[in-house]
């Protein structure tokens, strides 16, 4: 267990739709990141959040967002959602200073788009 | 622009031999390398880290090597074992990056056969 939590472990949604996934870090950290899995793909990062506030922006589209709340916890909002968003989303989080080691990963929300 | 390559999308290894996993990276800014290990359902773990001021790490089974001249890296697992069936990425980051910001190799499936 890396003490970090993701809900909804499985969403089913149609195209077009919007939906929004949740993160708590561990407890203590204060950088969260957003990685996705496309199938057969290695992660890609998507962005990343320090303490509230924006840190690093990766491959994400202009139709997610995210966020960091004041407890920390994050949440990836995807919207217009097409086919092609059906993936694993990762949250991983860490101290978040400038070289803390390794990231701890939660174990992914998986969103299948119809 | 993958900066960070595994070649092998799968290696199958008999129980109790070497396993050894290759991933190049092109960014010669990448100054701190790791490999994660996943299980199917799980989020990925770390498994072993190497700075580029050394040349290999090793952690029991699980062994790294760095060639910063051809920008090689590559992990070693002996011996084998079935529960080491998993897919690994390595990562890299570099200093000056936001945060711990990795980026991530496509993974190598690995299957340890009793």
């Known amino acids: 267990d890396s003490g970090v939590t993701q809900t909804p472990k499985h969403l089913i949604t149609a195209t077009g739709q919007r939906v929004t996934l949740r993160c708590s870090p561990r407890?203590?950290?204060?950088?969260v990141y957003w990685y996705q899995q496309s199938l057969d793909q290695g992660l890609q990062f998507l962005i990343q959040?320090?303490?509230?506030?924006?840190?690093a922006k990766g491959n994400i589209l202009e139709r997610f967002s995210a966020q960091q709340f004041p407890d920390l916890h994050s949440e990836l909002n995807l919207s217009s959602l097409e086919l092609g968003d059906s993936a694993l989303y990762f949250c991983?989080?860490?101290?978040?200073?400038?070289?803390?080691?390794?990231?701890?990963f939660g174990e992914g929300s998986r969103l299948t788009v119809l | 622009d993958q900066q960070v390559k595994q070649n092998s999308p799968s290696l199958s290894v008999q129980e109790g031999r070497i396993s050894i996993l290759n991933c190049d990276y092109t960014?010669?800014?990448?100054?701190?390398f790791l490999w994660y290990k996943k299980y199917p359902a799980e989020g990925p773990t770390f498994l072993i880290s190497i700075s580029s001021i050394k040349d290999k790490n090793e952690d029991g089974r699980f062994t790294v090597f760095l060639n910063k001249s051809a920008k090689h890296l590559s992990l070693h697992i002996v011996p084998s074992q079935p529960g080491d069936s998993a897919v690994y990425f390595c990562a890299a980051s570099a200093w000056g990056n936001a945060g711990n910001m990795l980026t991530f190799g496509g993974g190598t499936r690995l299957m340890v056969k009793p």
């Open positions: 959040y320090y303490n509230g506030e924006e840190r």
């Open positions: 991983a989080s860490s101290e978040g200073g400038p070289r803390t080691g390794e990231l701890f």
């Open positions: 407890s203590g950290d204060l950088s």
């Open positions: 960014n010669s800014m990448f100054d701190y």
